[in-house]
């Protein structure tokens, strides 16, 4: 049957069938909460490239996660503002087990058992030249870095993290850490893993968030994160994160890789994640009024993508 028999704006005409046969719904648990933890009690400071975020104290970012479980949302990600006098080219502060990092976790479990916590497996916040691994000859040294961000995730994994998230783009992390969370009766800790993260331009935003971006200058990530121009590749990052023991990829930016998201989903069985990242967060806000109807109509599109969840600066404010 053709027109006049089929008319297909018959299936919109009210909103109540719109709703009845959308393909695609954003749900709370779609998203995920990134949030920038500080030192202090009672301190919210503005981050002024990212409108309506803020780094927060430890009983802050406690009461943000309680708002998530709340709300439905079932996980965060929490990403430490280090200050700049424990910062060294080691990233000796990563390592240890009271940095602020750890006392949130600790905090927040306390207090929000039932919200699912993510840390970022990476040095930048770290060091004083703001790159995410050991610097060597001019360039992060692949082995060195991953045995250090192998005693980072062990750290995050004893001080609670559900969830290790290696953010930085060296070869064979994953497995690395895979080996040390069995070998150390982690069994249970999930790995996110990063895995096709993009030397992309719209992570500014979150640069001058953690402050990282001063430190890093005018230098950039490119000989580990990847070439916005590649997607093939972007596969066998997936593949060998998969076989390494990734519980789940990543792939980020989200907005400008929607076809790297749909072909992973369409080539892997594993969960995808997406991280609408800093950049993407502050472009839009720039546009959207006060409804947030351009965030949702990103966030809906991400999910179309086929990602099984959003990391979104907006996972909470686009629910209102
Ligand atoms: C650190 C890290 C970055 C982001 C998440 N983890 C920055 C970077 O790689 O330079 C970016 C997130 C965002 O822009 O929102 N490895």
């Known amino acids: ?26 749900l709370p648990s779609d998203l995920i909460l990134p949030i920038f933890v500080q030192e202090g009690q009672n301190k919210a400071t503005v981050i002024s490239s ?16 309680k708002q998530c479980a709340d709300l439905g949302i079932p996980a965060i990600a929490l990403f430490p503002v280090i200050e700049g006098s424990l910062k060294n080219d080691n ?3 990563a390592l240890n087990k009271n940095n602020l990092i750890c006392r949130a976790i600790d905090a927040i479990k306390q207090a929000v058992p039932n919200v699912g ?17 050991i610097v060597m000859n001019g360039d992060v040294d692949n082995d ?55 030397a ?41 994160d998969i076989l390494e023991g990734a519980d ?16 992973t989903v369409e080539e892997f069985e594993t969960p995808v ?3 609408q990242v800093s950049g993407e967060y502050a472009m839009i806000k720039a546009i959207d009024n006060d409804n947030n109807a351009i965030m949702h109509e990103a966030l809906l599109s991400i999910k179309r993508s086929g990602a099984r969840a959003i990391l979104s600066y907006a996972a909470v404010e686009v629910l209102f």
């Open 248 to 263: 789940m990829v990543m792939v980020k930016p989200a907005m400008f890789y929607q076809d790297v998201i749909a072909r």
């Open 91 to 93: 990233a000796i502060e």
């Open 144 to 198: 060195a870095t991953v045995e250090i961000l192998t005693s980072q995730a062990l750290v995050l994994a004893r001080a609670g993290a559900d969830i290790v998230a290696p953010s930085d783009m060296m070869d064979g992390r994953v497995g690395a850490i895979r080996e040390a969370l069995e070998g150390n009766n982690f069994i249970n800790t999930q790995i996110l893993a990063y895995s096709a993260k993009y």
């Open 1 to 26: 049957m053709s027109y006049p028999y089929t008319r297909l704006r018959r299936n919109r005409k009210s909103p109540w069938v719109r709703d009845m046969l959308a393909e695609t719904k954003l």
């Open 117 to 133: 916590i993510i840390t970022d497996i990476a040095l930048d916040p770290y060091t004083t030249h703001g790159h995410d691994g």
């Open 200 to 240: 992309s331009s719209l992570y500014s935003p979150f640069r001058d968030a953690v402050g990282s971006g001063q430190n890093l200058g005018s230098a950039n990530k490119s000989t580990y994160q990847m070439n916005p121009a590649n997607i093939t590749e972007a596969m066998q990052e997936i593949e060998q």
């Open 273 to 275: 994640l997406a991280y």
């Open 50 to 65: 990212m409108p309506n975020v803020q780094r927060l104290s430890i009983d802050l970012a406690v009461k943000k996660a």
